[in-house]
């Protein structure tokens, strides 16, 4: 029996370390659970959302009027002989990617540092070090309407930060990602160990966060135009995305604070819990980040994070 728990404190399951409760939550670890879950929520009159690691989310001050779903399958098969990784949606991103590299496979190296879930990553289409989930997968299940449904990569929707899912109620349970066979030069794990030790110089250590805050800023042609005269490196408007931090960095706005929320002076688009930092104060401090870009550049910058409330 499918055990929910009422007044579920989400601060503690976040990466953020900051938001209220939810008025019930249920761990989950297979369909059959998942199903049992909604259908507590359907009876009981209530919304529910699906919470991977705890990344790229904010929640709020009020916590969550509804019902939190964990999703748990954290299982994975590798198939070293064709490539193929089968995965629960609730498997942790950057182990399946060390396990993939021991195999020798490469092509999601990239993910060794990425916090969060595989159905999160796969949700998001998270990405880095010139990576995306939508490079690496085949074919996603998907919960939806009392049923599993499989999409194929190319009905996933994925955009930059982006899938089909984001606009969607099903819940995704599970997935097929293809990687390819390294070449005797090339060595994934030692590419992980380079990913991991960029990602340490780079990013702010030691304060509770929540990653990259804001997405890159892809401009049109009017946009290139303008941002050339304003001084933006023309390596950013030839790829056609302005890294968020860069234009943080560059409006002046590292180290700005509300209470104990601070924008890193590491990495510009990482905004840090000191201690004690409410969803108020984050809040309130994307939309200062958000006006001082756009006074100095003209580009409004959108959230990549998920606001929980």
């Given at each position: 029996?499918?055990?929910?728990?009422?007044?579920a404190?989400?601060g503690?399951?976040?990466?953020?370390?900051i938001?209220?409760?939810?008025?019930a939550?249920?761990?989950?670890?297979?369909?059959?659970?998942l199903?049992?879950?909604?259908?507590?929520?359907?009876g009981?009159?209530?919304?529910?959302?699906?919470?991977?690691?705890?990344?790229?989310?904010?929640?709020?001050?009020?916590g969550?009027?509804?019902?939190?779903i964990?999703?748990r399958?954290?299982?994975?098969?590798?198939d070293?002989?064709?490539?193929?990784?089968?995965?629960?949606?609730?498997?942790?991103?950057?182990?399946?990617?060390?396990?993939?590299?021991?195999?020798?496979?490469?092509?999601?190296?990239?993910?060794?540092?990425?916090?969060?879930?595989i159905g999160?990553?796969?949700y998001?289409?998270?990405?880095?070090s010139?990576g995306?989930?939508?490079e690496?997968?085949v074919?996603?299940?998907v919960?939806?309407?009392?049923?599993?449904?499989?999409?194929s990569?190319?009905?996933?929707?994925?955009?930059?930060r982006?899938?089909a899912f984001k606009?969607?109620?099903?819940?995704?349970?599970a997935?097929?990602?293809?990687?390819?066979?390294?070449?005797q030069?090339?060595?994934?794990q030692?590419?992980?160990m380079?990913?991991?030790?960029?990602?340490?110089?780079?990013?702010?250590?030691?304060?509770?966060?929540?990653?990259?805050?804001?997405k890159?800023?892809?401009?049109?042609?009017?946009a290139?135009?303008s941002l050339?005269?304003?001084?933006?490196p023309?390596m950013?408007?030839?790829?056609?995305?302005?890294?968020?931090?860069?234009?943080?960095?560059?409006?002046?706005?590292?180290?700005l604070?509300?209470?104990?929320a601070?924008?890193?002076?590491?990495h510009g688009n990482?905004?840090?819990?000191?201690?004690g930092?409410?969803?108020?104060?984050?809040?309130?401090?994307?939309?200062?980040?958000?006006?001082?870009?756009?006074k100095?550049?003209?580009?409004r910058?959108?959230?990549?994070?998920?606001?929980?409330?």
């Amino acid at each position: 029996m499918l055990e929910i728990k009422s007044d579920a404190p989400l601060g503690k399951v976040t990466t953020f370390k900051i938001g209220g409760n939810s008025r019930a939550a249920a761990l989950v670890g297979s369909v059959d659970e998942l199903k049992e879950a909604c259908a507590f929520a359907d009876g009981a009159g209530l919304a529910f959302r699906v919470l991977g690691g705890g990344s790229n989310v904010l929640v709020g001050d009020d916590g969550f009027d509804g019902l939190i779903i964990w999703y748990r399958d954290r299982t994975f098969e590798i198939d070293a002989s064709t490539g193929i990784i089968r995965v629960g949606g609730g498997a942790i991103t950057a182990q399946v990617a060390g396990a993939a590299a021991r195999a020798g496979l490469t092509g999601f190296e990239w993910a060794a540092g990425v916090p969060g879930t595989i159905g999160g990553a796969i949700y998001g289409n998270a990405g880095a070090s010139g990576g995306e989930m939508k490079e690496v997968v085949v074919s996603v299940d998907v919960f939806e309407r009392g049923e599993t449904r499989t999409y194929s990569a190319a009905e996933c929707g994925f955009a930059y930060r982006h899938s089909a899912f984001k606009n969607a109620s099903g819940i995704i349970t599970a997935a097929t990602l293809r990687l390819q066979h390294a070449t005797q030069s090339a060595d994934p794990q030692k590419k992980v160990m380079e990913v991991l030790r960029y990602r340490m110089e780079t990013q702010p250590k030691g304060f509770a966060s929540t990653g990259c805050i804001f997405k890159n800023f892809e401009p049109d042609e009017t946009a290139i135009e303008s941002l050339r005269g304003v001084g933006v490196p023309e390596m950013f408007l030839v790829a056609r995305r302005v890294p968020a931090g860069w234009l943080i960095e560059h409006a002046g706005l590292k180290g700005l604070r509300r209470g104990a929320a601070r924008v890193s002076e590491v990495h510009g688009n990482f905004i840090i819990n000191e201690g004690g930092a409410t969803a108020g104060d984050i809040i309130e401090l994307i939309e200062l980040v958000r006006g001082g870009v756009e006074k100095k550049f003209g580009v409004r910058l959108t959230e990549e994070i998920t606001i929980l409330q």
